[in-house]
């Protein structure tokens, strides 16, 4: 077989003259619609209107062209059915052996913010899915490209054999369906948040790739990093790299959970993070100020950690990251000095992120399991003066309740079991993912050393007993945060009251696993 006739209808028209043009040099019959009609014709590529074919014209503003038995028999026809073959010979028909279409823009148009309903609609593409499914389906005899990508691959095997290969056909269409299934799932989700379906009984997303990396977690694993075709600003996903070597999946995995610790704050703040969890964070008047305590909360697991400002690194806060090995910077911006002088380091990461902003929008988290998934709202719960109850005799100081309020936006994002000690607006001792939480307690305290005496502590959940305050009255703790909630809230209670410590309930968890 060769190819002998293309329908071409693109929204997208990148290097659609040059594909087009060399499609006719090969003696390709082209078949087009409106505006790709008009460009072709006006490039000087010889070109006939859709309405030719079908002996119909286009109507209801374009909504209908392509829905027509001339135009899908002579993409489904099996080629080599005797019977497809008469019936087309019967009605005056014939086979279309290229179609090249991309779709109407519905994820740009539905990214405006002051896009309406009715334009919304009016970017579902009804025919363009339609002519890629059946000349998909149809690819043992049918060429189909979505991609721009495609064309050179499409016209060398067209310039050489005069059609493409049985295995080039495949590829195409097995991209075409992971395309239109793309497609609708932003259609499905976009349609189901305008009536309120958050959680609905057929839950489908769709991701672009971004790249891919060397391994997963560990070498012997496959990765690859992707992102959501919606995805605004201010995540790792839209970062832009001025300075390093690739990210790893492990890097991707602790910048993502250094930024979202960082956005908490509002206040010039530094987050240092190993292995997903916090290991120093401090807030101040400037980003060095801010950085110096997150390097003092430990100077030992920030070497080699991934740092999340939310300020503009300056030169001299540069200047005092570039004392030690660091993995990866992520900041708003760096100015031209801070980046020059970061960049002496050849692997260093240097990601710059734009405004970095707590992001309030509706999101939820997925987490992948054995055979599905599980989906919740991500954590975006920030508690308020209503939430706060003193339930000790002694009354937090206007000094503690600050680093009380400091220490839960942090402990918030350390995981379970977790508790995290402050000082001085900084974390001085973290415990994180224990199997009990008087241990987790125990692992603070001994990080925190002397700095643990007058300092705070947060829960990220309730105590079980009072075995865990004893712990932080005999280490010098004077204040905690908790949520509250165990039936056994009054022996926490009264151990703290018989130690002098301040005790606030919040009544909300935040579990991390």
Known sequence: MAIRRALISVSDKTGIVEFASELAKQGVQIISTGGTQKLLKDEGVPVIGISEVTGFPEIMDGRVKTLHPNVHSGLLAVRDNEEHQAQMKELGLDYIDLVVVNLYPFAATIAKPDVTYGDAIENIDIGGPTMLRSAAKNHAFVTVVVDAADYARVLEEVRSAGDTTLETRKRLAAKVFRHTAAYDSLISNYLSHQVGEALPEKYTVTYEKIQELRYGENPHQKAAFYREPLA??????????????????????????????????????????????????????????????????????????????????????????????????????????????????????????????????????????????????????????????????????????????????????????????????????????????????????????????????ASDAFFPMGDTLEVAAQAGITAVIQPGGSIRDEESIRVANENGIAMIMTGVRHFKH
């Not at 292995?275 to 080699?304: Q, R």
């Not at 707590?358 to 939430?387: K, P």
């Open 232 to 457: 605004g600003g201010g995540n790792i996903t839209t970062a832009e790299k001025l300075h390093g070597k690739e990210l790893s999946y492990n890097n991707i995995n602790d910048a993502n959970a250094a930024l979202q610790i960082v956005k908490e704050f509002d206040e010039p703040a530094v987050v240092a993070v190993k292995h997903m969890n916090p290991c120093g964070v401090g807030i101040g008047a400037t980003i060095l100020d801010a950085y110096s305590k997150a390097f003092e909360a430990d100077p030992v697991s920030i070497y080699g950690g991934i740092i999340a400002a939310n300020r503009t690194i300056d030169e001299a806060t540069a200047r005092r990251m570039h004392e030690i090995f660091l993995e990866i910077i992520i900041a708003p911006d760096f100015t031209p000095e801070a980046q020059s002088i970061l960049m002496q380091k050849k692997n260093i990461r240097l990601l710059k992120l734009g405004e970095i902003k707590a992001d309030q929008s509706e999101t939820f988290n997925v987490t992948t399991i054995e055979g599905g998934m599980l989906i919740q709202e991500a954590d975006r719960y920030r508690i308020g003066e209503d939430d706060l109850k003193v339930v000790t005799e002694r009354q937090p100081t206007e000094e503690e309740l600050k680093q009380l309020l400091f220490a839960w936006k942090v402990v918030k994002h350390v995981k379970s079991n977790a508790i995290l000690l402050a000082s001085d607006n900084m974390t001085v001792g973290v415990g994180a993912g224990q199997m009990n939480r008087v241990g987790a307690a125990k692992i603070a305290i001994e990080q925190a050393g002397e700095k643990a005496k007058g300092a705070v502590l």
